[in-house]
């Protein structure tokens, strides 16, 4: 999305994918790759507008030492607004001081995935539809929201649960205001200029892990953000805050309160953020090894808690220090 181009609600409300010629639609293809990316179920919130902090105020990014390697690991908020730039100084000047950004997936790369392949796991084949999939009152409720955001009848019937999922949830944000080409990940891979990029996982990676939930699991997922909608741009803003203020705890207490809110989301958040921890966690103690400094942008709820990322790598013997 070139310049200073903002996403639209009109974009997402179109058909996605041509039944009849098997292609996805081109002019979406990087709204697409946005929407996958949006994986973390906290990585909704957005920051609303504001410059760099004072001096001494804390950042949601944390220096972790080795006896070779430096790494600044900072929590990433996904969707963001224009005005909320520019980031804190220190932020930008731990940027500055490395050689190599790592990010989740680089969503600036989409050659890595394959097209065919996504619209297997995003889509149902042939007859097959979403009313086959889930109960009568989780259809009546995805109903009440394609009403809602004027979405057509095409996406209601062959998009799967998890993608139906991110599909509100994106229009819910843009909606509001909130734009992926924004977000701190952008902000640094477009910035990134000759620094080495590294992915943690890819776009593909994040794709399965979505496709692979039970039905059960999509459908509790679905259910789970349709209830959020009304009260998303009201929670991104305490989200938001926390954010700013690099208040870790906070965060990690609107993080346990989600997840003990809704129990047949359980199985969703060990898959969608737990287990996730632990690997990304061992892709960073590997920048560890080297004799690099390294920028990681990693999705804020992945950092925090006594199963996040930076207490697992505390946990290894690795000097932490928020910044």
Same mark, same amino acid.
């Given at each position: ?17 041509? $039944? +009849? ?10 709204? !697409?790759? &946005?929407? %996958?990316?949006?994986?973390? &179920? *906290? ?10 902090? #004072? ?5 949601? @990014?944390?220096? *972790?030492?080795?006896?070779? #390697?430096?790494?600044? &690991? ?18 930008? +000047? ?6 190599? %950004? #790592? ?24 007859? +097959? ?16 929201? $394609? ?5 057509? #009848? ?13 599909? %509100?949830? =994106?229009?819910? !944000? ?28 890819s776009l593909e990676q994040q794709v399965t892990l979505l496709?692979? $939930? ?5 459908? =509790?997922? &679905? ?6 909608? +009304? ?16 208040d870790a705890s906070g965060l990690e207490s609107i993080l346990?309160?989600? =997840? ?5 989301? =359980? ?55 928020? @910044?």
């Open positions: 999305m070139p310049g200073d181009q903002k996403p639209n609600c009109s974009t997402l409300c179109q058909p996605w994918y041509n $039944f +009849d010629d098997m292609r996805i639609c081109p002019a979406r293809k990087n709204m !697409l790759l &946005l929407l %996958l990316f949006f994986i973390a &179920l *906290v990585s909704a919130s957005s920051l609303s507008s504001g410059h760099a902090g #004072a001096a001494g105020q804390k950042n949601f @990014m944390w220096k *972790v030492r080795s006896k070779t #390697a430096t790494v600044y &690991l900072l929590g990433s908020i996904h969707y963001m607004k224009k005005e909320a730039y520019p980031l804190n100084i220190v932020i930008e +000047d731990a940027f500055s001081k490395s050689n190599v %950004l #790592a990010v989740e997936a680089n969503v600036n790369d989409p050659d890595k995935l394959y097209f065919s392949r996504l619209i297997d796991q995003a889509f149902y084949p042939g007859e +097959d539809t979403l009313e086959k999939h889930v109960s009568r009152q989780t259809y009546e409720l995805v109903t009440r929201a $394609f009403d809602k955001y004027g979405l057509p #009848a095409e996406i209601l019937a062959k998009e799967r649960p998890w993608f139906l999922a991110l599909t %509100l949830t =994106a229009l819910e !944000l843009l909606k509001s205001g909130y734009d992926p080409q924004y977000g701190v990940d952008m902000h640094f891979l477009t910035k990134a200029g000759e620094k080495k990029i590294v992915e943690l996982e496709s692979g $939930f039970s039905d059960a699991e999509q459908e =509790a997922f &679905l259910v789970h953000t349709i209830k959020e909608l +009304d009260s998303m741009s009201a929670e991104s803003d305490i989200l938001m805050r926390t954010w700013k203020a690099g346990s309160k989600n =997840a003990g809110s809704d129990q047949g989301m =359980a199985a969703v958040y060990e898959k969608i953020l737990y287990a996730r921890n632990r690997s990304m966690a061992s892709r960073v103690e590997g920048l560890l090894r080297s004799n690099d400094t390294c920028f990681v942008v990693v999705g804020a709820a992945h950092l925090v808690g006594n199963r996040g990322i930076v207490e697992l790598l505390r946990t290894k013997g690795y000097s932490v220090e928020q @910044m």
